[in-house]
């Protein structure tokens, strides 16, 4: 059985969200762009989840396709939002944070980040706030893995290591063409933002430091450790 489930917003993986399974209780990781509710109800219906059994929904950042439906999500399943410090005010105005969308290719200033300076979801306020560089254990719901702070495609950007080897790392990277997924799903490229490859090349390394052997993104489909090595060594040469 899988502990975790990808859950997909757009079609082959393009936009992701995760729902981790746990013994008392499952966690729901991301929630897509405003009025993907409903959509990730019906996927995790799908998937024989009992959406009852679900207690935390983590959001790993403050851009609008991560976090669009966390306030619909948490009224629903009435459960609390977990967040960093750094990236709160995302969520709190509905609105992404402008100053890290700093594009990795200029096709996304053209097509991409217009509709995510306009794109506007519900505000609401995290339950659960991390600061620093302080984590969180998930064995409260029978999951043994933690959050963890790592920092570079936002400020407050936020992962899931799982003591069996698996990580949620979002748009730490991403995977395929396009904005990810589609095709050529093992093709490791840079998400459309970052707002800093320094600390970006520091998380990945601090990832790959946990035993880690397989990586959920956000963007993509997941990817194994030597492609994340090579996605390291390749596009975040720096100087």
């Not at 609390?80 to 990236?87: Q, R, S, T």
């Not at 959920?216 to 060594?233: A, E």
């Amino acid at each position: 059985m899988k502990k975790i489930i990808q859950l997909s917003i757009f079609p082959f993986g393009m936009i992701n969200c995760f729902l981790i399974k746990g013994k008392t209780k499952h966690v729901l990781v991301d929630t897509g762009v405003p009025n993907s509710e409903n959509k990730i109800i019906k996927q995790l219906k799908m998937h024989g989840v009992n959406i009852d059994d679900i207690g935390l929904i983590i959001i790993t950042h403050g851009h609008i396709d991560h976090f669009g439906s966390a306030k619909e999500l948490k009224d629903i399943l009435k459960i609390p939002i977990l967040m960093h410090d750094l990236d709160k005010v995302a969520l709190q105005t509905g609105k992404s944070m402008l100053e890290t969308l700093k594009s990795n290719h200029k096709l996304w200033d053209i097509v991409l980040k217009p509709k995510i300076v306009n794109d506007t979801a519900s505000p609401c306020f995290p339950d659960i706030v991390l600061s620093g560089n302080q984590e969180y254990d998930l064995s409260i719901y029978g999951i043994n893995g933690k959050v963890i702070h790592t920092p570079g495609h936002t400020p407050g950007s936020l992962s899931v290591v799982l003591e069996d080897g698996s990580a949620i790392i979002m748009d730490l990277a991403s995977s395929g063409i396009f904005l990810g997924g589609i095709a050529f799903h093992s093709r490791m490229k840079h998400p459309p933002f970052h707002d800093n490859l320094e600390q970006v090349k520091k998380s990945i390394n601090q990832i790959l430091s946990l035993n880690t052997e397989t990586f959920y993104l956000g963007h993509g489909n997941p990817v194994s450790r030597k492609s994340l090595i090579n996605y390291r060594d390749k596009f975040l040469k720096l100087q």
